[in-house]
T-cell receptor
């Protein structure tokens, strides 16, 4: 049973471009969470999704960031018009049920030049 | 999620037990105590969780104080691969919300 898969592992974008980060949850998991970790800082919750629904987006910046988890396919975190401050590691986690432990992927490291 | 307090860092020797403390004096009756760890350049990894009773699994043991205001993660025989940041997190029983990570404890293992 493959773990949570995130791709790409590393992503380089110039300021103003769009970044699309993909997350395939573990098989049978319908809950997906996105976190951001800035250099030398802790993990910050961004958004929690279930299939086709955003449950909690209290940690998402108000502009430029969006997330989806369609009925088919991976969850996508999209960052439009990236800025240098968006450079960070973005982690996705999944779980099968409410209050189950989260399983994390190894992240996408975004560098904005 | 309620707040937890952990030491910034701890150091231990290889093959010795490690006791990682966590204070959570404002814990509510429905909060589970979760522990995760993050190895360098990797995503966090679930370690263990419990509510009131002590818990054991293949990775670690979790000792929970009787008043639940503190807990201790026990690694029975630390190896170099256990060097990581360990996070103690409270999560409500009914909550499906995301975990709130603090700064954690940076565990250093000396060979």
């Amino acid at each position: 049973n493959a773990g949570v898969m995130q791709n790409p592992r590393h992503l380089v974008r110039r300021r103003g471009q769009e970044a699309r980060l993909r997350c395939s949850p573990m098989k049978g998991h319908s809950h997906v969470y996105w976190y951001r970790q800035l250099p030398e800082e802790g993990l910050k919750f961004m958004v929690y999704l279930q299939k086709e629904n955003i449950i909690d987006e209290s940690g998402m910046p108000k502009e430029r960031f969006s997330a989806e988890f369609p009925k088919e396919g991976p969850s996508i975190l999209r960052i439009q018009q990236v800025v240098r401050g968006d450079s960070a590691a973005y982690f996705c986690a999944s779980s099968p049920l409410d209050n189950s432990p989260l399983h994390f992927g190894n992240g996408t490291r975004l560098t904005v030049t | 999620d309620a707040k937890t307090t952990q030491p910034n860092s701890m150091e231990s020797n290889e093959e010795e037990p490690v006791h990682l403390p966590c204070n959570h004096s404002t814990i509510s009756g429905t909060d589970y105590i979760h522990w995760y760890r993050q190895l360098p350049s990797q995503g966090p990894e679930y370690v263990i969780h419990g509510l009131t009773s002590n818990v054991n699994n293949r990775m670690a043991s979790l000792a929970i104080a009787e008043d639940r205001k503190s807990s201790t993660l026990i690694l029975h025989r630390a190896t170099l691969r256990d060097a990581a940041v360990y996070y103690c997190i409270l999560r409500d029983l009914g909550g499906a919300d995301g975990l709130t990570f603090g700064k954690g404890t940076h565990l250093i293992i000396q060979p």
